[in-house]
């Protein structure tokens, strides 16, 4: 029921580690034959599966037996109506990715191609990877008992390289910028036979990306939302995402599917949404320089694929101010009450530019990827001016002059 296709000439081969074509040296993804999915696949069948990313397993790259999983996938999606009101929607969703297993949405993906490698006998996991991922590899090689090593760009939030080696991985740290890395893993993946997940298992590691708009649309009463903003490195997330409401509606679970999707990037690391707002799919390569350093790839490798997608579905690019991050990050758990890193500051400045250009109205519905938590990067929240009461002794008298003092500063919050 599932083969390989060339995303550029479009040739089929069979199901296998494979993940260039023979033909055109194009990528090749994961094509399944929808009508015989359709006849086993329905709302029902998927409620009854697990709480988990497994529920679409007939969508999914999936192993014959239990997969291996840390119980992945159907985060909550919710309504977010404090965010809604400072921004002007009245349908507002946010779907809370920071609450995967190690608190990201590559869980997702990693969980895929973790029973990919098992599988097929590797027994080395591996990524190049600006944060997230690597800890995520890491994770899933300790509960598969592979081994794992995962190569970063030096300089990365120290939360997230010390949780990699945590899980027990070993990290390699390269001086240089994350597409020097990419290019390394490239050439160690012709030389090693490791499974370098995001790069010679990139096929069945990006469908994992699918089962977040799958959840999103099962969790809306199985409706497309008219937008979904989502944040790009690679542009996986993003190009996964149009891939699966075109499968939804391909079996069945979906009558149709009009989400406009749109690309949220940071000015210093905006290629793709460079791309979009000058009308092309070919993405120009850039030198990142971001405070959102889980998205900065200046050299995406599925960054056409995301400029296509979101075109193809009337949606936008969005480059918010670098200092519109941290701003937007606060906004977000000061009205929702969710921590996210900072690719979430960058949906949600991207989301505002969108509704304030007029690219998205008050009464649509609308959804937003909150992908990473903000708790591996905590040296980013310093107590705020004002908001801070330092008391020399324990006594009710200092404390009352000191809060006295304190509101009298003028409110921070936006
Ligand atoms: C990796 C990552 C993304 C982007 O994913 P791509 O599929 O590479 O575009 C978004 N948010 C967070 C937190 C990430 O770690
Ligand atoms: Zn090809």
């Known amino acids: 029921m599932k083969q390989l296709r060339c995303r550029e000439c479009g040739r089929l081969r069979d199901f296998e580690p494979a993940y260039v074509c023979e033909h055109c ?3 090749l993804e994961v094509a399944y034959d929808l009508d015989a999915v359709r006849q086993r696949v329905s709302r029902e069948s998927i409620a009854k599966g697990p709480n988990t990313i497994w529920r679409y397993r007939e969508l999914l790259p999936a192993p014959t037996g239990e997969p291996i999983d840390l119980g992945t996938g159907f985060t909550p999606l919710v309504k977010a109506p404090n965010l809604g009101k400072v921004l002007g929607l009245d349908h507002l969703y946010l779907k809370n990715d920071t609450l995967n297993p190690t608190g990201s949405f590559k869980d997702r993906n990693v969980a895929v191609a973790t029973n990919f490698a098992r599988s097929y006998g590797f027994d080395t996991l591996s990524c190049s990877s600006t944060g ?3 800890g995520s590899v890491a994770a899933y090689a300790a509960r598969a008992g592979l081994r794992a ?3 970063i760009p030096a300089g990365l939030e120290p939360g997230k390289v010390g949780a990699a080696s945590a899980y027990g991985a070993t ?8 597409d020097d890395v990419n290019r390394l893993c490239v050439e160690l993946a012709d030389l090693y036979g490791w499974a370098i997940v995001n790069v010679n298992l990139r096929p069945f590691y990006s469908e994992g990306s699918k089962t977040l708009a799958f959840e999103v649309a099962e969790q809306l009463g199985w409706r497309a939302p008219d937008h979904l903003v989502v944040p790009v490195a690679a542009g996986s997330l993003l190009a996964k995402t149009a891939k699966a409401f075109q499968e939804m509606v391909g079996v069945g679970l979906l009558d149709r599917a009009s989400t406009r999707i749109h690309a949220a990037q940071a000015e210093g690391c905006a290629p793709v949404s460079t791309a979009i707002q000058h009308g092309r799919d070919q993405v ?3 030198r990142p320089n971001s405070i959102a350093k889980s998205l900065a790839i200046g050299n995406p490798a599925d960054g056409r694929y995301a400029a296509r997608a979101v075109r193809a579905s009337g949606g936008w690019g969005t480059a918010c101010r670098e200092d519109a991050v941290q701003e937007a990050m606060a906004l977000l758990a000061q009205t929702e009450g969710i921590l996210s890193e900072p690719a979430g500051g960058v949906v949600v400045a991207g989301l505002a530019e969108l509704v304030a250009s007029g690219r998205i109205r008050r009464e649509e519905t609308v959804v937003i990827c909150i992908t990473g938590s903000g708790l591996k990067t ?3 929240f310093e107590v ?5 009461l330092q008391l020399a002794k324990a006594r009710a008298a200092d404390f009352e002059q000191a809060l006295a003092a304190a509101e009298k500063a003028p409110a921070v919050v936006a």
Not at 171 to 178: F, K, P, Q
Not at 384 to 388: E, I, L, Q, T, Y
Request: no cysteine; net charge negative; hydrophobic share 40%.
């Open 25 to 27: 040296f194009g990528p």
């Open 132 to 134: 997230n991922l690597a």
């Open 149 to 151: 090593l995962v190569f």
């Open 171 to 178: 990290v390699v740290e390269v001086n240089g910028t994350y």
């Open 284 to 286: 120009t390569p850039v």
């Open 378 to 380: 905590t040296e980013l």
């Open 384 to 388: 705020r001016d004002g908001h801070r």
